[in-house]
């Protein structure tokens, strides 16, 4: 569309460019959204078969329309992405899929979007394409040495394919507990972490992690000073499978890997074990790769913001990045104050 200059162009098709979309019905914006996957639903159409949220679906809705109930405690993987389906259907979304943003220059006061569909024009841009697409596996001594099988999580899929293998899950985090707690059930499983894995108790899940970040959000708006104290956002939330994993009694670290070798992994005491697979439960950068032609970028990818807003460059926004970009803004629930607020600042910045 090269012939043609739209006010905005949203790139990502996601929760967080939905909830921006959301603000810009009664907006005289001409804009569209740019997703480079094949169907809605987002990163939720890559992530692990069993992966639910931490919250019940009042607790876990885009502006507007509150997700439908859901057959467990939490929301399925399916059910999150036949939300996110019909919210776009809802709302009769512009979106253009699939088409991957390469590279975004910009001159005389206009973006130019080089995309896998040819040219796109647009006077703003928001970003809006999370983390998924940018896993990070740390640099371990020895690591492209091993001969069996490594994968991060995000090409994890279901336990089967590891039935009475010896795994390493490497990463104290949620993503490691969980793929721990349902390959235990059909290997030998040995859960690798930097430090001994936290656990929120039994009756802390996202609504109670969600108005904690509520609470912070405000305080900081006061210019405030929050105490978050009382539970530390980033430890393991005990959804069901991670407690049946601890009656089980298989929440237990091995402590860190120290090197690895073409048959296994040496702990740090120098014990070495056998194993058939790795697999990489550590996180990712930030999916901002295409941006590099306007601002720096870190090697996480992050960009200096003000809040969304770019610093670097005028007419550049980022959403849902989590707390580089807001407080629980990575979330369903929490991404809505965040895409409200940008979306006041694009048309403001339009009208000027």
């Given at each position: 569309?090269?012939?043609?200059?739209?006010?905005?162009?949203?790139?990502?098709?996601?929760?967080?460019?939905?909830a921006?979309?959301?603000?810009?019905?009664?907006?005289?914006?001409?804009?569209?959204?740019?997703?480079?996957?094949?169907?809605?639903?987002?990163?939720?159409?890559?992530?692990?078969?069993?992966?639910?949220?931490?919250?019940?679906?009042?607790?876990?809705?885009?502006?507007?329309?509150?997700?439908?109930?859901?057959?467990?405690?939490?929301?399925?993987?399916?059910?999150?992405?036949?939300?996110?389906?019909?919210?776009?259907d809802?709302?009769?979304f512009?979106?253009?899929?699939?088409?991957?943003?390469?590279?975004?220059?910009?001159?005389?006061?206009?973006?130019?979007?080089?995309?896998?569909?040819?040219?796109?024009?647009?006077?703003?841009?928001?970003?809006?394409?999370?983390?998924?697409?940018?896993?990070?596996?740390?640099?371990?001594?020895?690591?492209?040495?091993?001969?069996?099988k490594?994968?991060?999580?995000?090409?994890?899929?279901?336990?089967?394919?590891?039935?009475?293998?010896?795994?390493?899950?490497?990463?104290?985090?949620?993503?490691?507990?969980?793929?721990?707690?349902?390959?235990?059930?059909?290997?030998?499983?040995?859960?690798?972490?930097?430090?001994?894995?936290?656990?929120?108790?039994?009756?802390?899940?996202?609504?109670?992690?969600?108005?904690?970040?509520?609470?912070?959000?405000?305080?900081?708006?006061?210019?405030?000073?929050?105490?978050?104290?009382?539970?530390?956002?980033?430890?393991?939330?005990?959804?069901?499978?991670?407690?049946?994993?601890?009656?089980?009694?298989?929440?237990?670290?091995?402590?860190?890997?120290?090197?690895?070798?073409?048959?296994?992994?040496?702990?740090?005491?120098?014990?070495?074990?056998?194993?058939?697979?790795?697999?990489?439960?550590?996180?990712?950068?930030?999916?901002?790769?295409?941006?590099?032609?306007?601002?720096?970028?870190?090697?996480?990818?992050?960009?200096?913001?003000?809040?969304?807003?770019?610093k670097?460059?005028?007419?550049?926004?980022l959403?849902?990045?989590?707390?580089?970009?807001?407080?629980?803004?990575?979330?369903?629930i929490?991404?809505?104050?965040?895409?409200?607020?940008?979306?006041?600042?694009?048309?403001?910045?339009?009208?000027?």
């Amino acid at each position: 569309m090269a012939d043609k200059t739209f006010d905005l162009i949203l790139i990502g098709g996601g929760q967080s460019a939905l909830a921006c979309a959301f603000f810009l019905r009664r907006k005289e914006i001409d804009y569209i959204i740019l997703d480079d996957q094949e169907t809605c639903g987002g990163s939720w159409k890559q992530t692990w078969e069993s992966l639910t949220l931490f919250s019940p679906p009042e607790h876990s809705s885009l502006p507007g329309w509150q997700m439908p109930e859901s057959e467990g405690e939490f929301p399925t993987k399916e059910e999150t992405i036949d939300y996110l389906c019909q919210y776009e259907d809802r709302y009769d979304f512009p979106i253009q899929r699939p088409v991957k943003v390469k590279s975004i220059d910009k001159k005389e006061g206009m973006f130019t979007l080089e995309t896998t569909e040819g040219q796109f024009n647009s006077k703003t841009v928001i970003s809006a394409t999370g983390t998924y697409k940018n896993p990070f596996i740390p640099e371990i001594p020895g690591r492209d040495k091993f001969e069996g099988k490594q994968l991060h999580s995000s090409d994890y899929r279901s336990p089967e394919e590891f039935k009475d293998k010896k795994i390493v899950i490497v990463g104290e985090g949620n993503s490691g507990a969980q793929i721990l707690a349902e390959i235990s059930k059909v290997a030998k499983t040995f859960w690798s972490t930097k430090e001994e894995p936290q656990f929120l108790p039994d009756d802390v899940d996202g609504r109670v992690l969600f108005d904690m970040a509520s609470a912070k959000y405000y305080a900081e708006k006061k210019g405030e000073k929050y105490d978050s104290t009382k539970f530390n956002l980033g430890n393991i939330v005990m959804v069901p499978s991670v407690k049946e994993a601890r009656e089980r009694d298989v929440l237990h670290s091995q402590g860190q890997i120290q090197s690895i070798t073409k048959e296994g992994v040496v702990w740090e005491d120098g014990s070495c074990q056998k194993v058939d697979v790795i697999i990489w439960c550590t996180g990712f950068g930030y999916s901002t790769g295409f941006l590099e032609n306007l601002v720096s970028i870190d090697h996480k990818g992050k960009i200096p913001t003000d809040k969304t807003k770019a610093k670097e460059t005028d007419g550049l926004w980022l959403v849902g990045y989590g707390g580089w970009t807001g407080f629980a803004s990575a979330t369903l629930i929490g991404v809505g104050r965040y895409a409200k607020q940008t979306i006041k600042e694009v048309s403001e910045y339009l009208k000027d």
